[in-house]
Nanobody, 125 residues
Framework: VQLQASGGGLVQAGGSLRLSCAAS????????MGWFRQAPGKDREFVAY????????YYADSVKGRFTISRDNAKNTVYLQMNSLKPDDTAVYYC???????????????????WGQGTQVTVSS
């Protein structure tokens, strides 16, 4: 599976962005998907999770209520809608895929099998 993240950019605090992650290479319906982010000088951290059928989602406390993860399996694409952005949200955002028919939440990097290349999100104050 190849993952291509897009949609990053520069936005003012309080603004919104929608990230997309397109999967290709093989059918991806049995993949749970996650978004992670990495700010300069910091470890890559979990942001959001969605199960293979979209029935379960989970968020880091820092983004809960502001970010929404969703997926369109017909398009093999996962989205991350980011609202009320803050300067602390500035990071490179990565999407990741975990092979599974289970909806068990995965928040650790090692739990994922495939990674996209990342897209930069910069929030100015």
């Amino acid at each position: 599976v190849q993952l291509q993240a897009s949609g990053g950019g520069l936005v003012q605090a309080g603004g919104s962005l929608r990230l997309s992650c397109a999967a290709s290479g093989r059918p991806s319906n049995n993949y749970n998907m996650g978004w992670f982010r990495q700010a300069p000088g910091k470890d890559r951290e979990f942001v959001a999770y969605i199960s293979w059928n979209g029935g379960r989602t989970y968020y880091a406390d820092s983004v809960k209520g502001r970010f929404t993860i969703s997926r369109d399996n017909a398009k093999n694409t996962v989205y991350l809608q980011m609202n009320s952005l803050k300067p602390d949200d500035t990071a490179v955002y990565y999407c990741a895929a975990k092979r599974s028919w289970s909806a068990v939440v995965a928040v650790e990097r090692y739990e994922y099998d495939y990674w996209g290349q990342g897209t930069q999100v910069t929030v100015s104050s």
